[in-house]
């Protein structure tokens, strides 16, 4: 059996279950470019130092640029019996340039080196989701642009409520996705310190320079407080949260488009390219991406509890129980990332069918709020309008007609203050135009919103 880089003060060597169990290499080889780059930067900084000589720090370098190269060729297998992507890489590097590898370890810790392997890796993996985040703002922002003019029925408790423009609609979703963009803007901006430099929890007794390693890998700045450094995982459990977040958006996003999408509704017709169909019936195309994308949501939110679990109660500073953190947030960038992704392809591709959005937000009784708001302008008290209304509303169910139907003779035996001036004041467009509050449906507002959105979009490119 090898013997392990930490055998020393042992005089027997490992099960090979105990090997097994505790070997990451598994799934923390993805890591393996940040390892690469965190053992670069040390050895140049331990050289800078002078804690080991530039001829070593020199062999190490091109040593470790070349097991990079070897990485990324399919040419390296790792073992388990080195346990990890740490242990891994620099037991290659010890194999193929002898004692210099074995001074890289110098001032430095495993817990260290996981600590800044693994905020390298989430930092980069949240730039990546910023990315893909501007490319839905992009999609969402052109559908709504494109439908600004025509009206929909807007809902709550799933009823007929008031009618809105779908673009109005759309760029409800751009401001909660804006909102994720922010949110992933400010963890980055919190996981920018390096934690390198911190040693096992306590420092180290070498003269190093924490602020050139923080420049050589891209940081801000250092984390100051050693023992914090090598405990924290803040950075991942608010990765995690941002993305549930951002899930539970496009969840929502995706739940709406699947009603949209069905018979009963027929409001959006989900392109065949991310559609599917059945097995057993020849009729049916099913938004299974939207449904998939609505599932998934479960697993991100699955392994965002998973860390939260796992960090509660643990004393510091490192605990093995820790190197159970990387799954669950490889796995949700992964996840999040491809259900952006496919999110924006769908709706790029996705058509509305105006026609009977409009005719939808015909029926349901949806200008009665502009009815009441009418009478009030006629110097009725809202609640009583309300209450007149509604009667309305209960006559018009009973007669199977909407309100602009009746005559003026038959509103006006509700309320006698209505004059002819009501049909042109609860007409559908009327209704949304109507709407003077900042933010609201009216197209007027919305054309404010759809520009400044393009601002926003030209300024975060
Ligand atoms: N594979 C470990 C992890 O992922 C690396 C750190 C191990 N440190 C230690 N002292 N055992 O957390």
């Not at 804006?178 to 390198?196: A, G, V």
């Not at 991942?236 to 496009?250: G, R």
């Not at 042109?424 to 759809?450: P, Q, Y």
Request: aromatic share 10%; hydrophobic share 40%.
């Amino acid at each position: 059996m090898s013997k392990k880089l930490w055998g020393g003060r042992f005089t027997k060597s490992e099960s090979k279950s105990a090997t097994e169990f505790n070997a990451s290499i598994d799934f923390d080889q993805k890591m393996y470019r940040q390892d690469i780059a965190g053992s670069r930067a040390h050895a140049a900084m331990l050289a800078k130092q002078g804690i080991i000589s530039q001829d070593d720090a020199a062999a190490i370098d091109a040593g470790l640029a070349e097991i990079l190269a070897d990485i990324e060729a399919g040419k390296i297998e790792f073992t388990i019996e080195n346990e990890d992507i740490h242990m891994n890489i620099e037991s290659i590097l010890t194999e193929r340039i002898g004692e210099p590898g074995k001074r890289l370890h110098t001032a430095r810790s495993r817990n260290d080196q996981v600590a800044v392997d693994f905020r390298l890796w989430t930092k980069e993996a949240a730039i990546s989701v910023l990315d893909d985040l501007k490319r839905l703002l992009n999609s969402i922002y052109e559908i709504a642009d494109k439908h600004k003019d025509s009206i929909m029925p807007g809902y709550t408790h799933l009823q007929r409520a008031q009618p809105v423009t779908p673009a109005y609609h759309f760029m409800a979703y751009f401001h909660m996705f804006k909102r994720d963009y922010s949110r992933f803007c400010d963890c980055i901006d919190r996981m920018d310190y390096l934690p390198l430099g911190s040693g096992a929890l306590a420092g180290t007794t070498y003269n190093t320079d924490r602020r050139f390693l923080a420049e050589q890998l891209g940081f801000a700045g250092i984390v100051e407080n050693a023992m914090d450094a090598v405990s924290d995982r803040d950075f991942a459990l608010e990765f995690l949260s941002n993305a549930s977040i951002c899930m539970m958006h496009l969840s929502r996003f995706c739940e709406e488009l699947i009603i949209w999408s069905s018979t009963e509704f027929k409001f959006i017709e989900i392109d065949d390219a991310y559609s599917t169909g059945s097995s057993i019936m020849p009729q049916k195309k099913n938004p299974d991406m939207a449904e998939l994308i609505r599932g998934k949501t479960g697993r991100v939110y699955g392994d965002m509890i998973t860390l939260f679990t796992l960090m509660k109660g643990l004393p510091l500073a490192y605990n093995k129980d820790m190197q159970e953190d990387k799954p669950p947030v490889f796995d949700a960038a992964e996840t999040l990332r491809a259900c952006i992704n496919i999110f924006a392809d769908m709706l790029d591709t996705m058509t509305l069918n105006t026609d009977i959005m409009e005719q939808a937000a015909k029926s349901g009784f949806m200008n009665a709020t502009d009815a009441a708001d009418y009478l009030v302008s006629k110097g009725v008290p809202f609640r009583e309008c309300h209450e007149i209304i509604g009667q309305i509303v209960l006559y018009c169910i009973n007669h199977g007609k909407a309100i602009e139907e009746l005559s003026l003779q038959q509103l006006q035996d509700f309320s006698p203050k209505f004059g002819p001036d009501i049909y042109e004041n609860i007409d559908l467009r009327a209704c949304v135009k109507a709407k003077k509050s900042e933010g609201s449906t009216s197209f007027e507002s919305v054309n404010k919103m759809l520009s400044d959105a393009k601002a926003y979009l030209i300024e975060i490119e």
